[in-house]
C-alpha cells in the first residue's frame, strides 16, 4: 500500500458508461488511479465491477467515455496496439484461470515464452524467484492445477500475473472460495507484491478484510436500477479507512454486512 498524492495517474477513467441492450451497466464512472497504488472496487453484485475491469483492458468497449492508459485513450488503439499494452497488464482471475492440461511450470513459463525472446534459463530464473516470492516450493512446478489446492492455485495465479513485470496488476475477486486463513495469506501477499515491485493494483471484491488490509482507496459502485435517475453511481471514492466511517445507509449495509433492510426485494 502506499502511494502518496505526489504519484502521478496511470489509468484515469473519464465518464465511462456501458450499456447492453437496454440494460445500463455503468453510468457515467469517473476516477483516477495513480502510479502505486492499490484501489478496491466494491459494490453488491450486479453494479458492474467485473464489466468496469473488461473495460479497463479493453475487451469490452464502452457505449461513451474513455480510459486513458499512461495517457493513451485505450478505445483508439487497434487490436495489434492493445495486445501490446496488455503486457503492461498482469491478471488475477476470480479462479486462478491456470491451463488445465499444463503443468504449474508451463503456466508460468506461458506468458515469457509467448512474449520474450529471453533464454530458457532466464525465463527459469524469473519464475523460481516468482514462485518463492509467492511461498511455493519447487515441488509444484511437474503439477497439474487439479493437483492443487485452491489457495496454491490463487498463489501460482499471482506469480504468473508478475511474469511480464507488469506496470499494473488487476485482481477479480481474488479471495472468492478460501477459508480465512488463506484469505488472509493472499491479502498478504497482495500487499507485499504491491510494495515489493511498486506495483499499481486494481481489486474487484466483495471482502471487506481484503479492503482494509490491502487497500489504500475504495471506490464502491451501486447497482444503477436502484439508483435515481441523475444519481451518481460512485457513492464513495477516498481512503480506505473512511469508509467504514460513511454516514450512508447503502455503503454501511454493505461494510458491515447488513442485509435487514433486504429480506424482500421490490
Avoid: W
Avoid at 59 to 65: F, H, Q, Y
Avoid at 85 to 94: A, D, I, L
Avoid at 126 to 154: C, F, H, Q, Y
Avoid at 239 to 244: G, T
Amino acid at each position: 500500500m502506499g502511494a502518496g498524492p505526489e504519484m502521478s495517474t496511470l489509468l484515469k477513467v473519464e465518464n465511462l458508461s456501458v450499456t447492453f441492450g437496454a440494460q445500463n451497466v455503468l453510468r457515467d464512472i469517473s476516477f483516477d488511479i495513480a502510479q502505486g497504488e492499490t484501489l478496491a472496487v466494491i459494490g453488491e453484485s450486479g453494479c458492474g465491477k467485473t464489466v468496469l475491469l473488461k473495460n479497463l483492458i479493453g475487451l469490452i468497449r464502452p457505449t461513451s467515455g474513455r480510459i486513458l492508459f499512461d495517457g493513451v485513450d485505450i478505445g483508439t488503439l487497434n487490436e495489434s496496439e492493445l495486445a501490446e499494452t496488455r503486457k503492461s497488464y498482469g491478471f488475477v482471475f476470480q479462479m486462478a484461470a491456470l491451463f488445465d492440461s499444463m503443468t504449474i511450470e508451463e503456466n508460468l513459463l506461458f506468458p515469457l515464452v509467448q512474449h520474450t525472446k529471453q533464454p530458457r534459463q532466464e525465463m527459469m530464473e524469473t519464475i523460481l524467484r516468482l514462485l518463492d516470492e509467492v511461498g511455493l516450493s519447487t515441488n509444484v512446478l511437474p503439477k497439474r492445477p487439479a493437483e492443487l489446492s485452491g489457495g496454491m492455485r490463487k498463489r501460482v495465479g499471482i506469480a504468473r500475473a508478475l511474469v511480464l513485470q507488469p506496470k499494473i496488476v488487476l485482481y477479480d475477486e481474488p479471495t472468492t472460495g478460501l477459508d480465512p486463513i488463506m484469505t488472509d495469506v493472499i491479502n498478504r501477499l497482495m500487499a507485499h507484491m504491491a510494495k515489493t515491485y511498486s506495483i499499481t493494483s486494481v481489486i474487484v471484491t466483495h471482502d471487506m478484510t481484503t479492503v482494509r488490509n490491502v487497500a489504500d482507496r475504495v471506490v464502491m459502485l451501486y447497482p444503477t436500477a436502484r439508483l435515481k435517475r441523475n444519481e451518481c453511481q460512485i457513492l464513495f471514492n477516498g481512503p480506505a479507512k473512511m469508509i467504514e466511517g460513511s454516514r450512508d445507509p447503502r455503503i454501511h449495509d454493505f461494510v458491515f454486512g447488513d442485509g435487514s433492510k433486504r429480506l424482500k426485494e421490490k
